[in-house]
C-alpha cells in the first residue's frame, strides 16, 4: 500500500506556524501530558563536539493521546557565523504513534525548535511570574533572548525590558528589535545586577558556564526563568540561588540534574529531595507561586515531549491543505 510522506521547509512552516497564545497552549497540554501516565521520553542524546566548537542533540517522546510522535535532530555549530552560515539548524521527523510510519519530514532548521523552546518560557511566566509584572529584563542577546522575551510578554505584557549581554553592541541591537516588536521601552544594562534588581521576570538565554545570577540578587517578587543550560557544565544561576528561591521547578528533573542549572547544586550537596517539575504546576498536582512576593525558579532544558506537541499541531496545521511536498514510498 502506498504512503505518502509531507516533506516540509522552514520557509513553509513560517506560513503555517508562528510564537503565539495558540502555540503556547499547546505547548502547555504537553507539559500537563509530560506529568501524567505511560510518557515515553528516553534521555536526551547529546554530543559535544569541542574540536569543532559544536554539539548535536536528539530528543524525542511518546505522549499518550498523541497520534504521533517526533525525533528531532538539532546541530548546534557556533562557529558557522563566521562562515557566514547560521549557528543552528536541525530538523524533526513525525512518526505514527499506531504504526510507527514516517508521516512528515520538518526541515525547519530549528525554527520550531526556537518557537516551542520560547514557547515554554511562556508557560513557564503563566504559572511562575508575579501577577503584574512592569519590568523584564534577558541575560543574552541572540535569537532566544528575543523570543523568550516575546514569549513571555504575551502571558505579562509588561512595558519596559532591560538587556544585558557581554557584548553591548549585540545588548543593543537586541533592545532595538524588541522595541521595534513589541512596542516597549527596551535599554541595555551594563551589569547583571543592574537587570536582575529592576526587573520581576529574568530569562537567562546564556551558554554560560560560570553562574551569572548569585543568591545576593534575589528580591521579592522575582521570577527567573533559566533556559540556557542544556548541556552539561553549564550554568547560568548559582547553586546557592536555587536553594535560596521559594519554589524551583523543572521542566524535567532527571534532565536538568545533568545538563540544567539542578546539575550544579546537586554537584554541591544541594536540593537533594523531591523536586516538582512543570507539568506538575500546569495540572494544579503540585502548587505554584502562591503570592506575589514569593522567589520562582523555573530550569528548562528542552523536552522531546515539546517537540511531539509543536509536530503533531503542525501536522493538524496542514492537514488537508497543500503546504509541502508528497513523497510517495
Not at 112 to 131: C, E, M, Q, Y
Not at 242 to 271: N, P
Not at 274 to 299: H, K, N, Q
Amino acid at each position: 500500500m502506498a504512503h505518502d510522506i509531507r516533506v516540509v521547509t522552514e520557509a513553509e512552516l513560517r506560513r503555517v506556524i508562528a510564537l503565539d497564545a495558540g502555540l503556547v497552549d499547546v505547548i502547555e497540554r504537553a507539559f500537563a501530558a509530560l506529568s501524567g501516565p505511560g510518557v515515553v521520553m528516553p534521555p536526551v542524546l547529546s554530543m559535544a563536539l569541542e574540536e569543532v566548537h559544536g554539539e548535536v542533540d536528539v530528543k524525542t517522546a511518546y505522549l499518550p493521546g498523541f497520534d504521533g510522535f517526533a525525533i528531532k535532530v538539532s546541530p548546534g555549530f557556533f562557529d558557522n557565523p563566521k562562515l557566514g552560515l547560521p549557528s543552528l539548524n536541525g530538523l524533526m521527523i513525525l512518526f505514527s504513534a499506531k504504526t510507527g510510519l514516517v508521516e512528515a519530514l520538518f526541515l525547519d532548521n530549528g525554527y520550531l525548535t526556537d518557537i516551542r523552546t520560547a514557547a515554554a518560557g511562556a508557560v513557564a511566566a503563566r504559572h511562575l511570574a508575579p501577577s503584574q509584572v512592569e519590568t523584564a529584563a534577558v541575560l543574552g542577546t541572540g535569537v532566544q533572548a528575543r523570543l523568550q522575551i516575546a514569549a513571555a510578554h504575551l502571558e505579562r505584557p509588561f512595558g519596559r525590558v532591560l538587556v544585558w549581554g557581554r557584548d553591548l553592541v549585540k545588548a543593543g541591537d537586541c533592545a532595538a528589535e524588541l522595541r521595534k516588536i513589541l512596542g516597549i521601552e527596551a535599554e541595555v544594562v551594563e551589569t547583571v545586577d543592574e537587570a536582575v534588581a529592576h526587573s520581576q521576570l529574568v530569562v537567562t538565554t546564556t551558554p554560560a558556564r560560570d553562574p551569572l545570577i548569585t543568591a545576593g540578587m534575589l528580591h521579592p517578587g522575582l521570577h527567573i526563568t533559566a533556559m540556557g543550560s542544556d548541556q552539561p557544565g553549564k550554568n547560568e544561576v548559582a547553586a546557592d540561588a536555587l536553594a535560596a528561591a521559594d519554589l524551583y521547578v523543572a521542566d524535567r528533573v532527571a534532565q536538568c540534574e545533568v545538563a540544567g542549572e539542578l546539575a550544579a547544586a546537586r554537584a554541591r550537596g544541594l536540593m537533594t529531595g523531591l523536586l516538582p517539575e512543570l507539568g506538575e504546576v500546569v495540572t494544579g498536582a503540585v502548587p505554584g507561586r502562591s503570592s506575589d512576593d514569593e522567589v520562582t525558579i523555573c530550569d528548562l532544558t528542552g523536552t522531546g515531549a515539546q517537540d511531539t506537541a509543536i509536530a503533531s499541531h503542525v501536522a493538524t496545521l496542514l492537514s488537508g491543505g497543500d503546504i509541502g511536498t508528497l513523497i510517495g514510498t
